[in-house]
């Protein structure tokens, strides 16, 4: 086969930067859009979590099945179908009508998402067969991602104070039909027919029950309609029980294939199922703090989303400065103990961050979320190459697609987890701290979600009880609830790699 030209790779490689930024800023720009699409659409807090996190669960549950999907129908056909399809649901998702058009609407978004990631760094193996430039489009490609939810923000604030919500989706679509115009002629083809089967009913079991624990497992907490306490319903109890037993199901049936959806044998090797754990660990953490951050300076600090988001870059420039000076500081230190002083680094930002947040002061409260993207950043550049390295020679790909789950897990598992736990100490607060005499249909409003708490404070505000800093209060106690839940992780994460790692 004749060797692809130079040229034409860097070529392809501009081109496929596109949807991986838009990819990365379409999560980060949607957080601040929360508070403005709750609003419009009247969407319940349960149904406003799941409108964020939807996307992540669907990409993290197909992740490895599209790369099955990839090596036997072929890299850039199934890239061009799923950009194809990620413009056209980007588009529904922004005129979606309702909450739950909306859930659906992402739910499919994140099916999409998950055939470009695979297909994307296949194609990259097939543009440069030379290491150093593969390494170095890889690390360009990862940039990328870093810099799309670095803008994410920024763009996002911009557009919702110019346009409505769904403006943050349509800007998904002018680089996705770029790369569909463009990609048959730029890139590649890359197809395996010998690889294996794709199992759809692993598939089917994984996706299931991840989807039914943590759905049952966010009724239980915050109920359903959110006007009352936590739901007594059998019927989320039910949905975790489920999910267990799928998900018990399909690691039954892992072990059986000859041809596994994912290797098991890979968690075998104990640095390996370290490093994994603790990509999940941080994710839950550190992503489920940032989405907390970002609906905190808009809710409590009173900034606009535009402003908001300028206030979120000191964090993104820590995290990236972070994953810059990690292999500087392999040079002089181990990998593992590296990794151990990054996690520690950002258990002290969640402490600080609470601290910030009780003292009620915002220029200590960025500086401290900067602090967790500087120790996270670090972690999070070598804990990937731990799991690579760490695995056997014939599983590497295994180990890659393992990593990749484990990331994306880690962020939905971080946004579901943190808008629970906020939502959560939320309700708790207002019943602790609200006054006597309110009536029973403002105290109800209140406990509906936060958007119509603070809707129903603010048009209460000339009367007496101060309704606003009352939801304010009960606001910022979830965020610092939570910021110290994200120490508690790192922490774990940090004596998870110490235990792994403590022998070389």
């Known amino acids: 086969m004749l060797a692809y030209p130079r040229t034409r790779a860097w070529w392809g490689l501009a081109l496929l930067v596109a949807p991986m930024l838009a990819v990365a800023s379409d999560l980060t720009a949607l957080f601040f859009a929360v508070p403005t699409l709750t609003g419009d659409l009247g969407a319940t807090a349960t149904e406003s979590l799941w409108i964020v996190h939807a996307y992540g669960f669907l990409i993290a549950g197909f992740l490895v099945t599209m790369g099955r999907v990839s090596d036997r129908v072929g890299a850039r056909r199934l890239l061009l179908w799923g950009a194809l399809a990620f413009a056209a649901l980007s588009m529904v998702a922004a005129f979606a009508w309702s909450p739950i058009s909306l859930v659906l609407a992402r739910a499919l978004l994140g099916v999409a998402g998950a055939t470009l990631m695979p297909s994307l760094f296949s194609l990259l193996r097939e543009m440069f067969p030379d290491d150093d430039r593969r390494r170095l489009a890889i690390a360009i490609m990862l940039s990328a991602f870093t810099v799309g939810g670095a803008i994410g923000p920024l763009l996002g604030g911009a557009l919702l104070e110019a346009f409505w919500w769904g403006a943050i989706f349509l800007i998904n679509v002018p680089p996705m039909v770029v790369l569909v115009a463009l990609g048959r002629f730029a890139l590649p083809e890359r197809r395996q027919p010998q690889a294996g089967r794709v199992d759809v009913l692993s598939v089917g079991l994984s996706v299931a029950g991840m989807l039914a624990v943590v759905s049952g497992l966010q009724e239980i907490v915050a109920g359903t309609d959110g006007r009352t306490a936590p739901t007594s319903s059998w019927l989320p109890w039910i949905l975790v029980v489920a999910g267990a037993v799928t998900i018990t199901a399909f ?131 070598l804990v990937s190459d731990a799991i690579i390295s760490s695995a056997p020679e014939d599983r590497v790909g295994s180990a890659a697609a393992a990593q990749e789950v484990g990331g994306e897990l880690g962020t939905a598992l971080g946004i579901a987890i943190g808008g629970t736990v906020g939502i959560v100490v939320f309700r708790e607060s207002l019943e602790r701290l609200a006054p006597t005499g309110l009536s029973e249909e403002i105290g109800a409003a209140l406990r509906s979600s936060i958007h119509e708490a603070f809707a129903v404070a603010r048009a209460s505000a000339g009367g007496a009880p101060p309704l606003v800093d009352l939801v304010q209060d009960a606001t910022a106690n979830g965020f610092m609830v939570y910021a110290l839940i994200s120490a508690v992780l790192a922490g774990v994460a940090a004596a998870i790699i110490a235990v792994a790692f403590g022998r070389r």
């Open 251 to 381: 690691v039954r049936r892992q072990r059986r294939l000859a041809d596994p959806l994912f290797d098991l044998a890979l968690l075998k090797d104990r640095r390996v199922t370290a490093a994994l754990l603790t990509l999940l660990l941080t994710g839950v953490g550190v992503v489920g703090l940032f989405f907390l951050f970002t609906q905190h300076l808009q809710w409590v600090g009173g900034f606009t989303p535009f402003i908001a988001g300028v206030l979120t870059l000191p964090y993104i420039g820590a995290q990236i400065l972070g994953s810059l000076i990690a292999p500087a500081l392999v040079r002089r230190f181990r990998s593992s103990s590296v990794i151990f002083s990054g996690l520690l680094v950002v258990a002290l930002g969640g402490v600080l961050a609470a601290g910030a947040v009780a003292i009620g002061t915002t220029a200590l409260l960025v500086g401290a979320v900067a602090v967790i993207g500087l120790g996270h950043g670090t972690a999070l550049a």
